[in-house]
């Protein structure tokens, strides 16, 4: 009871360095449904991804977006789900910025309970901050400014409710998580065995996303896990692993556009078989 009390008393903040980010895509305020109960919405560079039968009824928020930018999900999910229509929940698949930039605010205006892997947990309650974005690390022009983008803590412990052990997800009986560690501590995907859909967070990703050019145009590639701000490349393969063994049909990554049938499948053989050339960077901070 006493935790609980704290927890009613304690103002959310989204982290001191949470600011609006100079970046967008071709595919930036658009979306596409994937399945007849499963959308997603690219904001900017990042894909957040909404479950449930569109034009009323329960739904559920997959992640959050850039920072400064809650009024257009808002707007979306409206045009989607109907006026006036909260989420049940929102799940988080990790606290990084782009995925967590606008979950106070959001989880406020709609009231509702916010879900993470309680590995995520001194992230999202004001506890310690990611390490900064690697700049130094083997890639692109976009990790070379990756020092741009927020990485304190935010604190939402006023809303935030571990993801039940075992799998299951909380309002989405269809539906199970994975830990996938090695982008961040506590990182999950998602995955339906029904149509073996699979929302993969940032363990993989269908763009490269340190490199500009390709995420402006979001050329289409199976791509290891943005590097400026992977801290553990052992783990990440092996999440990679992970995530193959399930042969999914269909993919929505946190960052790129969604891949499904062959070129899925071959483009997740080859980066798993040539993992230390194609993903892991030559050198930087977090590389063995």
Known sequence: MAAENRNAMTKMRQSDDNRWIPMTSVASKTGKEVAP????????????????????????????????????????????????????????????????GNVVHLSEA?????????????????????????????????????????HEAIDISKRLLPLPDGGA????????????????????????ERDRLLLSADAFVTVRQDALYKVLVQKEEVHGPPRYLTTDWTQARESLRRLCDLMPATVIAGHGQYMEGEALQQGLDELLQNFDELAKPDHGRFVD
């Open 169 to 192: 997800v909380p309002f989405l009986d269809e539906w199970r998580w994975v830990h996938v560690p090695g982008h961040s501590p506590g990182q999950i995907a998602l995955f339906r």
């Open 37 to 100: 109960d499963v959308f997603y919405y690219t904001n900017q560079i990042v894909n957040v991804i909404m479950i449930g039968q569109p034009g009323g009824g329960n739904w559920i928020l997959i992640d959050t977006g850039m920072p400064q930018c809650a009024e257009e999900i808002m707007h979306v999910a409206e045009g989607r789900f109907g006026e006036g229509n909260a989420p049940t929940a929102i799940i988080l698949t990790h606290g990084h910025f782009d995925h967590v």
């Open 110 to 150: 709609w009231d509702v309970p916010v879900f993470a892997h309680t590995l995520e947990y001194p992230y999202l309650t004001g506890e310690k901050g990611y390490p900064a974005p690697d700049t130094s690390v083997e890639g692109g022009l976009l990790a070379k400014l990756s020092a741009l983008y927020p």
